[in-house]
């Protein structure tokens, strides 16, 4: 009897310094791409070098749990502390020619989300297509190589587009300029639904006389690369919608197409369930989680900073983005969240 009593008392006392102690528990890293891309304005790339460092330190510091592992100890209140869980957004293909290698060497665990609708085309993300049109000559000018391109012939014209009906204005004559116009047009594309996107997408390339094809190395992982980069088991695939949308600019059944949808043709890719969903900009509200829910996703990933505790929404799990550090300072700042 006393030692029970003794044991519940312990119990008791956990659960209280639980709830008093802030616990520091698991961390979910965010990754877009593997690649060497120093002129990119939206630093979602960490190069192959630093990802290897980056592991060597994650491996050394912590434990790498796939994000399967993390959804069944959050299940069952044990979320371990220093445990990783590496992530990776969007689905590119250098994901599969890059990081794979990688995770393999140091037998890290990881989950990519796959936004559906790029796969198997060549186009590039608006953010991509938009940085190859309007910055694409401009930045490799500011490496000191040449300032002369295909936007460079437009020097001196306004670049003008009707977005949502109405006109804007922009001039690209030097490279301040042209960053201006990438982020304000970048930031004006980002709420709009897929097909209005696509309008001012359309303009865009008119005016600079381009097809939609993209870089080959910024196009997303095919089918058949979906397929190899999860087949040994270490890289499992989560969904990301088909568009890319923010899921709160969009009415609740367009969002609830986007998210089963991605799940729907994943699935038949694969030939398994997809389990794992993460949220565009890490940005959905109330109407958005319960979409997920119902969609019979297990846990979804945001974007707000913050570690994994046993407390942790599964369908809000913290997720810490990472830049082009040096191993040592991932972990530095790692110990800052
Ligand atoms: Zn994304």
Redesign the pocket.
């Known amino acids: 009897m006393r030692l029970r009593g003794l044991s519940r008392l312990r119990k008791l006392w956990r659960r209280l310094r639980r709830s008093i102690v802030p616990q520091r528990g698991a961390i979910i890293l965010c990754y877009?791409r593997i690649a060497d891309l120093p002129q990119s304005p939206r630093r979602l790339w960490v190069s192959p070098q630093r990802f290897a460092e980056q592991l060597e330190v994650l491996t050394r510091n912590f434990v790498p749990l796939s994000l399967a592992e993390l959804a069944e100890r959050l299940q069952e209140g044990k979320v371990p502390d220093k445990a990783v869980v590496i992530t990776f957004?969007?689905g590119y293909a250098d994901n599969f020619w890059s990081a794979l290698p990688l995770l393999e060497r140091f037998g890290v665990p990881a989950t990519v989300?796959v936004?559906t609708g790029l796969v198997g085309t060549e186009r590039e993300f608006y953010w991509d297509e938009l940085e190859r049109l309007i910055l694409g000559e401009t930045v490799k000018g500011r490496n000191g190589e040449t300032e002369k391109g295909r936007s460079g012939n437009l020097i001196g014209q306004e670049l003008r587009l009707e977005i949502r009906g109405r006109v804007r204005q922009w001039k690209l004559t030097n490279d301040e300029e042209r960053l201006k116009a990438y982020h304000e047009i970048h930031d004006l594309l980002t709420p709009l639904l897929p097909e209005q996107r696509e309008a001012v997408l359309q303009q865009l390339r008119l005016w600079f006389g381009v097809s939609e094809n993209g870089r080959p190395n910024y196009r997303l992982m095919t089918v058949e690369e979906l397929v190899a980069i999860s087949r040994d088991g270490l890289v499992d695939i989560g969904a990301?919608t088909v568009n890319?949308p923010d899921l709160t600019a969009i009415p609740p059944e367009q969002q609830r197409w986007e998210i089963e949808t991605s799940k729907r043709q994943l699935e038949e890719w694969l030939g398994r369930p997809v389990r794992w969903f993460?949220y565009?900009?890490g940005s959905g509200n109330f109407v958005t989680r319960q979409l997920v829910k119902e969609a019979g996703f297990e846990v979804a990933c945001s974007m707000s900073l913050g570690f994994v505790t046993n407390r942790s929404d599964p369908f809000w799990l913290p997720r810490i983005f990472v830049e082009n550090w040096e191993g040592d300072e991932l972990v530095r700042r790692l110990g800052q969240v």
Do not use: I
Request: cysteine-free.
């Open positions: 877009h957004d969007d989300f936004t990301h890319h993460a565009p900009y």
